[in-house]
């Protein structure tokens, strides 16, 4: 690396400050601090608080992203592949598209049995949604990190596979570069980048494609990465069963007549169909505690989800509802099924957009969880709450932070007032 490192040391002068190359110093820096670690030393009296900074803090959401990441793949792959091993048998015509020929170009199948042939199958679709987010959006934020001649952050690292993780995998390319621009763009950059966005940006991209081409990001002909194959989310399917039928969803259709179930532990396990990243209720906890481990994810929040979720949950339960079955689904189904367990733990608990204060997090997360219900619940004709919910916390959470900040004064006051 030594060859390396004295290259870059050559070319700095010119992207210095007085170079010929300064405008475009960002891309150095950004590119420098990539390959290496800083080599710049605070001098004097300085006050280290805490060893992790900010590479360090999206690097490791990153790893705990990768579970989900590495399993989304696979469960692409299986969905698609049983998907078309039954209708093949049931003699139901299939499109192919360019990720089969790549797929068979290289020798491998559609048996769901086979771990390559799903794991390779959903990278074939995953990995160009991947590099279209990350070549627009870190394109976006070069673009403003050149013209206010600042240093290129590392924040959206986790913004540009969050985002991916949040779409289905037959969405088209280009939809995934509109929508990851203008979340950078109208989310971030306009508030100044880093660290001063108050909504999730991930999820303001999504939101934006979801209004805006809700075709390809909703209903059920989107979800299994194999056209013409019509199968709803589990909690699609929720909302159209009769009263009663809640708990083993049997009354799924497919579109060639067939009819399939759902259970509990599939949901939790992910092998059902939903966005790439967003169906493992089991991986997202494991992504929870290696965020609460590491101190970035606040425990809080998502235990203020959970509680939210749970509370709403019972109290629907108990009032029912005549003609909207969605009333009965108990909280044990919510919590694992549509993007609520992804959410809570990589979205919701989102520094910057989250609130800050202690009691606030309790309060916020509170919050979420209970607009996620609500929504699933009160309008089944949108399903999926928890984006939503997200971003209505995000809106709140100053006004949060604020009321317990100035409780917490005039609790002070009165107790230290003469």
């Given at each position: 690396m030594k060859p390396l490192r004295d290259a870059f040391d050559r070319v700095h002068p010119l992207f210095a400050k007085g170079g010929i190359l300064e405008k475009a110093y960002p891309v150095y820096e950004a590119t420098d601090t990539f390959l290496f670690t800083p080599g710049e030393t605070a001098e004097g009296r300085t006050h280290v608080r805490d060893g992790i900074d900010l590479k360090r803090m999206m690097i490791m959401v990153v790893v705990a992203l990768i579970p989900v990441t590495l399993f989304g793949m696979w469960n692409t792959g299986y969905q698609a592949n049983t998907a078309i091993v039954q209708m093949t048998e049931a003699d139901v015509p299939i499109e192919y598209d360019w990720h089969n020929t790549v797929h068979t170009a290289i020798g491998l199948g559609h048996d769901p049995g086979n771990f390559l042939d799903n794991f390779v199958y959903g990278a074939i679709y995953f990995l160009p949604i991947y590099i279209v987010c990350m070549f627009v959006g870190g394109h976006v934020e070069m673009v403003f990190s050149v013209l206010r001649g600042h240093e290129i952050n590392e924040g959206f690292l986790v913004?540009?596979?969050?985002?991916?993780?949040?779409?289905?995998?037959?969405?088209?390319?280009?939809?995934?570069?509109?929508?990851?621009?203008?979340?950078?763009?109208?989310?971030?950059?306009?508030?100044?980048?880093?660290?001063?966005?108050?909504?999730?940006?991930?999820?303001?991209?999504?939101?934006?494609?979801?209004?805006?081409y809700a075709g390809d990001i909703s209903g059920d002909k989107v979800w299994t990465a194999v056209d013409g194959f019509s199968g709803a989310t589990a909690l699609g399917q929720m909302a159209v069963v009769e009263k009663g039928a809640i708990e083993s969803l049997s009354q799924v259709q497919y579109v060639w007549g067939e009819t399939?179930?759902?259970?509990?532990?599939?949901?939790?396990?992910?092998?059902i169909q939903g966005c790439v990243g967003e169906t493992s209720a089991l991986l997202c906890?494991?992504?929870?505690?290696?965020?609460?481990?590491?101190?970035?994810?606040?425990?809080?929040?998502?235990?203020?989800?959970?509680?939210?979720?749970?509370?709403?949950?019972?109290?629907?339960?108990?009032?029912?509802?005549?003609?909207?079955?969605?009333?009965?689904?108990?909280?044990?189904?919510?919590?694992?099924?549509?993007?609520?367990?992804?959410?809570?733990?990589?979205?919701?608990?989102?520094?910057?957009?989250?609130?800050?204060?202690?009691?606030?997090?309790?309060?916020?997360?509170?919050?979420?969880?209970?607009?996620?219900?609500?929504?699933?619940?009160?309008?089944p004709a949108f399903p999926e709450g928890i984006m939503l919910a997200i971003l209505f916390g995000n809106v709140f959470a100053p006004l949060i932070d604020y009321f317990v900040v100035q409780a917490n004064v005039r609790r002070r006051v009165a107790r230290y007032a003469s």
């Open positions: 913004t540009g596979l969050l985002f991916p993780l949040t779409l289905p995998a037959s969405i088209p390319l280009w939809q995934v570069a509109v929508g990851i621009a203008f979340g950078v763009i109208v989310a971030k950059e306009v508030f100044g980048g880093t660290g001063r966005n108050f909504l999730n940006i991930a999820l303001t991209a999504r939101a934006f494609l979801y209004f805006s399939g179930e759902i259970s509990w532990m599939s949901a939790f396990l992910g092998t906890f494991v992504g929870a505690l290696i965020l609460i481990a590491t101190g970035i994810g606040s425990w809080r929040i998502m235990s203020g989800v959970v509680l939210g979720v749970i509370g709403t949950s019972l109290l629907l339960n108990f009032v029912g509802s005549e003609t909207n079955a969605m009333f009965e689904v108990p909280f044990y189904w919510h919590l694992v099924i549509g993007g609520l367990a992804f959410g809570l733990v990589f979205m919701a608990t989102d520094p910057v957009s989250a609130s800050m204060t202690e009691k606030g997090k309790w309060i916020y997360g509170g919050l979420i969880g209970f607009m996620t219900v609500l929504i699933r619940v009160i309008n």
